[in-house]
């Protein structure tokens, strides 16, 4: 069944868009780790099934689309993880770490929902934190022109929407200190955040276009 539907899936966006995918070669074909990527349409959740190959990929989803049945079977299929994005869930964040443990990749967009505006907002700090928790590596992606306004607007018009996903390569968040704990998953944080604006034309960098951090990586 999942063949199928990544079929569909694949045949459906390549009807509504071109794609570039850049750093592909950064994804390794195997284990577990976090690809965390910028979120700023509905289309972001099913494009990782046209990017990657594997076939063991897990996306936590906000549980009030769990209560829409063709999303709860779609789901299942997909793997999708309906979890609290308003509340701390720690049942959700064990299951996320036994899965990776298992050697799955997690899917997740760290600012926790889609970005109205297309350029990066503030980064929650639960992917830092899960990272820091478990070890496993970080690999950020750059999304751009998934913006709902523009890929309605192109299908009205027959016109294919253009869209690019840069993967950067692999990095570790190192476990959390005991003191000033705080601020060390702040920076973290911004670390994941900074690692993603890297990925992005300016226009779509927001908050973190001015960040010292960004700037060193753009450099470097």
């Known amino acids: 069944m ?3 539907i990544r079929f569909l899936i694949r045949l459906l966006l390549n009807l509504i868009a071109r794609f570039e995918l850049r750093g592909k070669e950064n994804v390794p074909p195997s284990g577990g780790m976090i690809l965390a990527a910028n979120h700023i349409g509905i289309l972001d959740i099913v494009m990782v099934y046209y990017a990657i190959d594997r ?8 549980e009030k689309w769990g209560q829409k049945g063709w999303i709860r079977w779609l789901g299942k299929r997909l793997n999708f993880l309906f979890v609290d994005r308003f509340n701390p869930d720690l ?9 990776m443990e298992a050697g799955k990749c997690l899917i997740i967009a760290p600012e926790g929902t889609r970005s109205r505006s297309g350029s990066l907002i ?6 830092a934190y899960l990272a820091a928790r478990s070890g496993f590596p970080i690999i950020p992606v750059g999304i751009t022109g998934t913006e709902d306004k523009t890929i309605l607007r192109n299908i009205k018009r027959f016109k294919k929407s253009t869209v690019t996903l840069t993967g950067g390569k692999p990095f570790v968040i190192p476990p959390l200190p005991n003191k000033d704990r705080d601020a060390a998953l702040r920076n973290a944080t911004d ?13 779509y ?10 700037k060193e990586l753009l450099q470097n």
């Open 55 to 62: 076939t063991d990929l897990f996306i936590p989803v906000g």
């Open 205 to 214: 960098r927001g908050i973190y276009k001015d960040h010292p951090r960004m």
């Open 2 to 4: 999942l063949s199928v």
């Open 91 to 99: 049942k959700a964040l064990r299951k996320m770490i036994a899965l």
């Open 191 to 203: 670390e994941v955040m900074c690692r993603i604006a890297a990925l992005l034309p300016e226009t």
């Open 122 to 127: 503030e980064g929650k700090p639960g992917v």
